[in-house]
């Protein structure tokens, strides 16, 4: 075992200039990681035809970056143990610039999926060291407040992405979505190191986990390329998605096991012997599920069915972050004084509220109606994400946040993959049950609809026109009943979480950090 000499020395807490600083550039890199996750979506179709693929082709650019950021994840306490956590998260941060720089030149699909995978991979650690780095740095007295700050960027980035990455592609090209991280990233990295190379945390040798690494990358691999393209393969009738399937299962069931037992595990899965980190965790893994459920199937409604452009989908999506990025400062500020699984219960209700809202809409609702909801959502994000980071942390030695926050950050990735597949699948298959539904009323023996076919006998739309007409309309109003079956769902889910939250057990203190006011 090697040691760095702040072992016996406890670190103190950075202060004035230094401190800001480094939570821009901290705050920045994250923004910039997490933004890479959604920047891309619309910018799918460009991307497409510059390089001369298809549409379904070019979204491998988006499921190749969740996949290698998805298996790094779990990885990050095992590589911070390893080789420190400043060195780390330097090195990740170097590594996505590098890799963004490749993805804006790349000339052919198959070199840009590659530096996707690899800027992916790359990044893993990124938003988990940036929240250790941060609460190592703050004294504990303001740990509220870095929580709430680092929360924000996480939150906040990937509804900004749509829009940035539509600006960007619409006004410049599509490289330039990769080209505007290397000054950002390139910054951060070189602030993070001038102010932090001198507080390195202790290094441990530790041989390598061959197995346990071996499983995790196979295992969450298959998972997460499952979870991509299981709705354009429709599911298990392919033989593909099944063989991924069951190679999930098994790789990561042995995982579990492996790990359990191992001396030196890859993930520390030890950790969910906590009851507040399995608490925690699992409320931030379904609320996200829930929560991002909302964030995926709303904007495609907008899109496909309302006939809005990405800008405005992004714009009407947006106001979900003013709210929350007003009010994440006084909930961290006030963290410690607040019972937290009441402020998470609070969050759940005005998420289930806000649900029920949508529920209630028509395909004749105004922007301004929409926006009105997504609006008061925004007070429930600073209210869920940031005492749950809280929870599951409290109590824990300064050595094992970063594999918590790595692990923690993992299941709520997961969580976010399972909600896009099955959102979108449940979006598509209630919409096709709504729309056989609605077919059965445009009979001669139903009043409005023989009424309807002669209004547009008179103008004009006879036979084959006129019916065409009306299955636009009701496919139209199908995928509205169908995303107010979804939103309803992820209500009822927010309301069944509430519970949970309460076998949490108080005191929910600050972990880990510096010592000093």
């Not at 330097?90 to 590594?95: E, I, N, Y």
């Not at 950050?409 to 449940?426: D, E, I, K």
């Amino acid at each position: 075992m090697a040691a760095t000499p702040n072992d016996t020395v406890p670190l103190k807490p950075l202060q004035g200039g230094a401190l800001v600083l480094l939570t821009i550039a901290v705050a920045f890199s994250t923004f910039m990681e997490v933004l890479d996750m959604t920047i891309v979506n619309v910018a799918v179709p460009h991307i497409a035809g510059s390089l001369g693929v298809s549409s379904s082709e070019g979204t491998w650019t988006i499921s190749s970056y969740a996949l290698a950021s998805a298996i790094m994840q779990p990885l990050t306490g095992w590589l911070a143990r390893r080789f420190g956590e400043v060195k780390t998260f330097v090195a990740s941060v170097g590594l996505f610039v590098v890799f963004s720089m490749l993805c804006g030149l790349a000339n052919s699909m198959p070199m840009l999926v590659i530096c996707r995978l690899l800027q992916g991979a790359g990044s893993g650690p990124m938003v988990a060291l940036s929240l250790t780095l941060l609460l190592s740095s703050y004294p504990k007295t303001k740990q509220g407040i870095a929580l709430a700050l680092w929360a924000m960027t996480v939150v906040v980035a990937p509804i900004f992405g749509p829009i940035l990455g539509g600006w960007l592609t619409d006004n410049f090209s599509w490289p330039w979505i990769f080209y505007i991280n290397v000054p950002v990233g390139a910054l951060a990295g070189v602030i993070t190191w001038t102010l932090l190379h001198k507080r390195e945390t202790k290094i441990y040798q530790t041989p390598i986990d061959i197995v346990g690494l071996v499983l995790l990358v196979v295992g969450v691999g298959a998972l997460q390329f499952m979870l991509d393209n299981g709705n354009d393969n429709d599911w298990f009738s392919s033989p593909m998605i099944t063989v991924l399937g069951i190679t999930a299962l098994v790789c990561i069931t042995f995982l579990i096991v492996w790990e359990l037992h191992a001396k030196h595990p890859v993930v520390d899965l030890s950790l969910f012997k906590r009851r507040n980190f399995t608490v925690g965790v699992t409320a931030l893994s379904l609320g996200m599920m829930a929560f991002f459920g909302i964030n995926v199937v709303f904007p495609l409604w907008l899109q496909t069915t309302l006939g809005y452009t990405a800008t405005w989908a992004g714009l009407a999506t947006a106001p979900v972050g003013i709210l929350a990025f007003l009010m994440a400062p006084v909930i961290g500020a006030n963290i410690n004084r607040m019972d937290l699984r009441a402020v998470v219960t609070v969050a759940f209700l005005i998420f289930a509220g806000t649900s029920f809202w949508f529920a209630s809409f028509d395909s004749s609702a105004s922007f301004a109606t929409l926006v009105l909801p997504r609006f008061i959502m925004g007070a429930g994000i600073a209210c869920f994400f940031i005492p749950l980071n809280q929870v599951y942390l409290s109590g824990l030695p300064g050595e094992e946040i970063a594999s918590a926050s790595g692990l923690a950050n993992f299941c709520r990735t997961m969580g976010s993959s399972v909600s896009t597949a099955v959102t979108v699948t449940l979006w598509q298959h209630r919409g096709e049950f709504h729309h056989a539904v609605l077919t059965e009323s445009v009979t001669p023996d139903h009043p409005a609809a023989t009424q309807f076919l002669q209004g547009l006998n008179h103008v004009g739309l006879t036979g084959t026109k006129g019916l065409t007409l009306v299955d636009q309309l009701l496919t139209r109003e199908a995928l509205t009943l169908a995303v107010n079956d979804v939103f309803w769902l992820c209500a009822v889910l927010f309301l069944a979480m509430i519970p949970l939250l309460w076998f949490a057990k108080p005191p929910f203190g600050s972990a880990g950090g510096a010592v000093g006011h």
